[in-house]
């Protein structure tokens, strides 16, 4: 069975670092593209980043674009999120998602889009 497992969350400062990670188990992840969403209280769940099949094509949301990076890695069945510059507006809980029926990232880096779900970590930033 199809399995993620998300980790790395918890408390940072305003300015801080956090990598999260995404352990995937179950399947040949090669063949998925991966991606990390987050929600905070009170608003829907929204594309954070997300990373092709061979890790050549990205996608970033305008809000994390030049403070994070997604990364793979497909023989250790693992994904990345490095999260630097954290705001208190990053507040939310991560997910990480996979999906095998993503033709273009940069219009389908959406909720929506992906069938399977980690059950997310919890990312705090505050003073």
């Known amino acids: 069975q199809l399995q993620l497992v998300e980790s790395g969350g918890g408390l940072v400062q305003p300015g801080g670092s956090l990598r999260l990670s995404c352990a995937a188990s179950?399947?040949?992840?090669?063949?998925?593209?991966i991606g990390w969403f987050r929600q905070a209280p009170g608003k829907e769940r929204e594309g954070v980043s997300c990373?092709?099949?061979?890790?050549?094509?990205?996608y970033y949301a305008d809000s994390v674009s030049g403070r994070f990076t997604i990364s793979r890695d497909n023989i250790k069945k693992m994904a990345y999120l490095q999260m630097n510059s954290l705001k208190p507006e990053d507040t939310a809980v991560y997910y990480c998602?996979?999906?095998?029926?993503?033709?273009?990232?940069?219009?389908?880096?959406?909720?929506?889009?992906?069938?399977?779900w980690g059950q997310g970590t919890q990312v705090t930033v505050s003073s």
């Open positions: 998602a996979v999906e095998r029926r993503i033709s273009a990232i940069q219009a389908m880096c959406a909720p929506r889009y992906f069938r399977s």
């Open positions: 990373i092709g099949t061979s890790g050549g094509s990205t």
């Open positions: 179950g399947f040949t992840l090669d063949y998925y593209t």
